[in-house]
């Protein structure tokens, strides 16, 4: 109840000056907020269109409709999501003049500064249109991906509340928040990309893993996030794919930075069996491959959606999983191997060399993989939804981040949460192969394995009543019923 005389109280602070309310007005928009809540209300969803963006979009979109709320998504032609795998969604799809340059490129930044330069029209038209046709079911709110900066003055010219979700974890956002800080402190441009000198303002970073994005186009990138921040702080709140448990200096800290209402409701894919809003389709064969191997034993190997390889990294990984003697599973998306389409640069005969003890596919199910007993580690990119995933299942990790939050995470695995051995030197097949022994075969392994049943064991707590991603959903739906 606290928390809903907080979210009200916000709500006045934010009306527009010019356009100031009184107490009589604010309490008849509690009477207001009170008998539309008794209303089924619809809530419209715009995810960034990129997988590891767009998984966790749907998925809040389905905690929130079993909750009683309606859902919209708002999409762009490209990597638009699989509408029949969720036919209790009504889907808009908005034109994004996306072109197969910026598109193959795989520069993250470009196509998120293009969504954001180019779809203001197209998603202010079709939210417009969403808005003067709802009779039945009034829209409480828009929620939009953080990096979609833009939909904060289309929200506001509409007089619509807009809730931003983040889609990584707290911790590395706050990173990201510090930018203006870290370029006063001189850390930009980064002088030296392998240094271990220590981040004073973000322990327990290093240098090394400030995050940096690779982009063609660093201007566009710094402002990017700078936007982010800005319409972030700007925004009516701010959702979580993480929790009070693993992130609680984190929480404190944004609560102080960012004072809107924070719902640390994650992880969002707990909430369900494993989903299908997988962009590609997934090859099933590597859960009848695992069905055959010992428990614990097998290490998984995937980088993601983005993440690039070149031809030499790809054959040391191939060697170094080869030389350790553990069975592996690895996802090698068509195309990561930078010049290659797939596997032709492995040598002939490599996978009959290894008389089934490794398994490569294009994309796995992720989450049935983790979840399977033969998995013993996953070597990982550091996504936050593999991230989380591999958590949420208890399988430790090799960290191997490549670019943007994915260093932070890693840092945070490594060294905060001890969950996972941190792959720092450039990829080599004698440290991979040692990297895999150490987690597969090792006490030091074990160990890891016993604190991420742990870390585990507080995310389960935490999603049952009583426990704090509980009651943040809870104070969520709340909240949104009170626009
Ligand atoms: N994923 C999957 N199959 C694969 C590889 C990845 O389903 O073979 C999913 C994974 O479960 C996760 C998402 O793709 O939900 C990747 O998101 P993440 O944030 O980890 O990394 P990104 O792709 O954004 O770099």
């Not at 699989?82 to 994004?96: C, E, G, K, L, V």
């Not at 201007?219 to 609680?248: C, D, F, P």
């Amino acid at each position: 109840m606290l928390f809903v005389r907080f979210c009200l109280h916000f709500i006045a602070q934010r009306i527009p000056p010019g356009n100031s309310w009184d107490d009589r007005e604010i309490e008849m928009e509690r009477t207001r907020s009170k008998s539309q809540s008794r209303m089924r209300r619809r809530v419209v969803l715009f995810p960034l269109p990129l997988q590891g963006h767009i998984t966790p979009m749907l998925q809040l979109g389905s905690i929130l409709h079993n909750k009683g709320l309606s859902i919209t998504i708002i999409h762009t032609t490209f990597n638009s999501p699989n509408s029949a795998n969720y036919p209790h969604f009504d889907f808009r799809s908005i034109p994004d003049g996306l072109s197969e340059a910026v598109v193959s490129v795989a520069d993250a930044v470009a196509v998120m500064t293009h969504v954001n330069d180019n779809c203001v029209e197209p998603f202010r038209e079709s939210l417009s249109n969403l808005l003067s046709n709802v009779e039945e079911e009034p829209i409480a709110c828009l929620i939009t991906d953080a990096m979609l900066h833009f939909t904060q003055s289309v929200a506001d010219s509409l007089k619509l509340p807009r809730i931003v979700l983040r889609t990584s974890n707290i911790s590395s956002f706050l990173v990201f928040a510090g930018t203006r800080l870290l370029y006063e402190k001189g850390y930009f441009p980064i002088k030296d990309p392998l240094s271990d000198a220590p981040v004073v303002e973000f322990p327990p970073l290093r240098v090394k893993d400030i995050p940096v994005v690779e982009t063609h186009d660093p201007v566009k990138s710094k402002h990017l996030l700078l936007s982010m921040i800005g319409q972030t702080k700007a925004s009516s709140g701010l959702i979580w794919n993480s929790l009070e448990e693993i992130e609680q200096d984190a929480v404190t800290t944004l609560k102080m930075e960012f004072p809107i209402p924070v719902f640390t409701i994650g992880p969002f894919h707990q909430y369900f069996p494993a989903t299908s809003s997988s962009l590609v389709s997934q090859d099933r064969s590597c859960i009848s491959w695992l069905d055959k191997q010992a428990p614990k034993s097998v290490i998984y190997v995937s980088f993601g959606s983005i993440v690039g390889i070149t031809e030499t990294e790809f054959l040391e990984i191939a060697w170094g999983l080869a030389k350790s003697g553990v069975p592996f599973l690895w996802v090698v998306r068509p195309g990561s191997v930078h010049g290659a389409e797939w596997l032709e640069a492995l040598p002939e005969g490599f996978l009959e060399m290894l008389e089934g003890k490794g398994h490569i596919v294009q994309w796995a199910p992720q989450q049935e993989v983790l979840a399977h007993p033969a998995t013993g580690g996953f070597w990982t990119h550091n996504g936050w939804n593999s991230t989380l995933e591999s958590i949420c299942e208890g399988v430790p990790m090799i960290c191997h981040p490549s670019f943007g939050d994915q260093t932070v995470i890693a840092r945070y695995v490594s060294d905060v949460w001890r969950v996972g051995l941190h792959l720092e030197k450039k990829l080599e097949r004698g440290e991979i192969e040692r990297a895999v022994k150490r987690l597969i075969l090792e006490d030091e392994g074990q160990e890891m394995r016993n604190r991420i049943m742990y870390l585990k064991e507080k995310v389960d707590i935490s999603l049952r009543p009583g426990g704090s991603a509980y009651q943040a959903l809870e104070n969520l739906v709340h909240y949104i019923q009170s626009f």
